[in-house]
T-cell receptor, first 114, second 110 residues
Framework: EAQVTQNPRYLITVTGKKLTVTCSQN?????MSWYRQDPGLGLRQIYY???????DKGDVPEGYKVSRKEKRNFPLILESPSPNQTSLYFC?????????????FGPGTRLLVL | ELKVEQNPLFLSMQEGKNYTIYCNYS?????LYWYRQDPGKSLESLFV?????AVKQEGRLMASLDTKARLSTLHITAAVHDLSATYFC??????????FGTGTRLQVTL
């Protein structure tokens, strides 16, 4: 089944404890992206990747890192999480041409930073 | 900077009624998406609109695009409870970015 998977789905952590949220897609998509969703703000792009080893900042990249060593995986890293990073995170992927193709979203990761 | 505004933010409507959700965007774009999100779920693609005057329909939902007015509408015909969800429009600015509106939470009551 074609899908985007994220792990973990739920995470409670404490300020400053490094964490990684994994994202994987099995559709051979070139483009992958991370969004955070907050009430009243819609979805905001954190980072995106046009292809392997090509990543760039979105609208709200502060406090996050990403890497794209393989085409299928695009992990989101919070080196030192803070409470303002409590949010719902979505990974998405699309076949090519960046955001000019329909994006397929993962199930989401709900993060609480205490 | 591309901005995308939706209205209304919240819509409560009775079953059987019609209504329209509006999506305005601030800079030229040639591609607009509508997504649906059920509570606690991910986003599901509904429509992609590619050109001025484009109209797409699926069941009781119809989306249209006016690129000159920078406006898209999502029209709901004879609403049913199953349509209760949050609807997002999203606009492609640069090739790498998709900018979302804040969403319209639709509640269809019996």
């Amino acid at each position: 089944e074609a899908q985007v998977t994220q792990n973990p789905r739920y995470l409670i952590t404490v300020t400053g404890k490094k964490l990684t949220v994994t994202c994987s897609q099995n559709m051979n998509h070139e483009y992958m992206s991370w969004y955070r969703q907050d009430p009243g703000l819609g979805l905001r792009q954190i980072y995106y990747s046009m292809n392997v080893e090509v990543t760039d900042k979105g609208d709200v990249p502060e406090g996050y890192k990403v890497s794209r060593k393989e085409k299928r995986n695009f992990p989101l890293i919070l080196e030192s999480p803070s409470p303002n990073q409590t949010s719902l995170y979505f990974c998405a992927s699309s076949l090519g041409r960046g955001a000019r193709e329909t994006q397929y979203f993962g199930p989401g990761t709900r993060l609480l930073v205490l | 900077e591309l901005k995308v505004e939706q209205n209304p933010l919240f819509l409560s409507m009775q079953e059987g009624k019609n209504y329209t959700i509006y999506c305005n965007y601030s800079t030229t774009s040639d591609r607009l998406y509508w997504y649906r999100q059920d509570p606690g779920k991910s986003l599901e693609s509904l429509f992609v609109l590619l050109s001025n005057g484009a109209v797409k329909q699926e069941g009781r939902l119809m989306a249209s695009l006016d690129t000159k007015a920078r406006l898209s509408t999502l029209h709901i015909t004879a609403a049913v409870h199953d349509l209760s969800a949050t609807y997002f429009c999203a606009v492609t600015g640069t090739a790498s970015k998709l900018t979302f509106g804040t969403g319209t939470r639709l509640q269809v009551t019996l």
